[in-house]
């Protein structure tokens, strides 16, 4: 069955400290999509970045990193140099390509980040 | 700066009622989905349309939940009757192409509270 986990509930930082946000999934396609959104104190989710499950080189965008290893089935997110703008809850999310390419995300629990100046 | 829009942004009503959200995805997406998030259950998707015609609504209370595309520029969900475990947030998501791979673009949520 196909899953999504994300095992911190709530992490707090001190700003300009780097954070990792953990995201494990299962699945038993072959064929997978991965995502991270953001949705910040106004409630819109924030499309972030995607993954699919053959390229798993890590991608750097600014401050923001992943690291995509599909031997632990892990999708991990990496801040650096946090600041208080980045406070937010942040959703990993799965989409199988098997289920009639419908694309419908499964999502993680969320981890709410406090960056506190 | 083409956005999902959704209408209304709050609700707030009494057990039994009628309630309709609305949805305009981006011009131009085929695909919307209808989502619901909650403290207890997270993101849920509860139905799922292409090119207007409905493919998945699995995740839907059948008895109270409907949902529609009359045409490509509105999509609907209504609850009929609410009940107090329906409050949410309900997020309607937009995109373009048919596969997995697609982004989506979310809306920013009708907020309802049951009484």
């Known amino acids: 069955a196909q899953k999504v986990t994300q095992a911190q509930t709530e992490i707090s930082v001190v700003e300009k400290e780097d954070v990792t946000l953990d995201c494990v999934y299962e699945?038993?396609?072959?064929?997978?999509?991965l995502f991270w959104y953001k949705q910040p104190p106004s409630g819109e989710l924030v499309f972030l970045i995607r993954?699919?499950?053959?390229?798993?080189q890590n991608e750097i965008s600014g401050r923001y990193s992943w690291n995509f290893q599909k031997s632990t089935s892990s999708f991990n997110f990496t801040i650096t140099a946090s600041q208080v703008v980045d406070s937010a809850v942040y959703f990993c999310?799965?989409?199988?390509?098997?289920?009639?390419?419908?694309?419908?995300?499964?999502f993680g629990q969320g981890t709410t980040l406090q960056v506190k100046p | 700066d083409a956005r999902v829009t959704q209408t209304p942004r709050h609700k707030v009503t009494e057990m039994g009622q009628e309630v309709t959200m609305r949805c305009q995805p981006i011009l131009g997406h085929n695909t919307v989905f209808w989502y619901r998030q909650t403290m207890m259950q997270g993101l849920e998707l509860l139905a799922y349309?292409?090119?207007?015609?409905?493919?998945?609504d699995s995740g839907m209370p059948k008895d109270r939940f409907s949902a529609e595309m009359p045409d490509a520029t509105l999509a609907t969900l209504k609850i009929q009757p609410s009940e107090p475990r329906d409050s949410a947030v309900y997020f309607c998501a937009s995109g373009l192409g048919t596969s997995s791979y697609n982004e989506q673009f979310f809306g920013p949520g009708t907020r309802l509270t049951v009484l």
């Open positions: 349309f292409r090119n207007r015609a409905p493919l998945d």
């Open positions: 999310a799965l989409s199988e390509a098997s289920r009639g390419n419908t694309g419908k995300l499964i």
């Open positions: 993954r699919n499950s053959f390229d798993e």
């Open positions: 699945t038993r396609d072959t064929t997978y999509y």
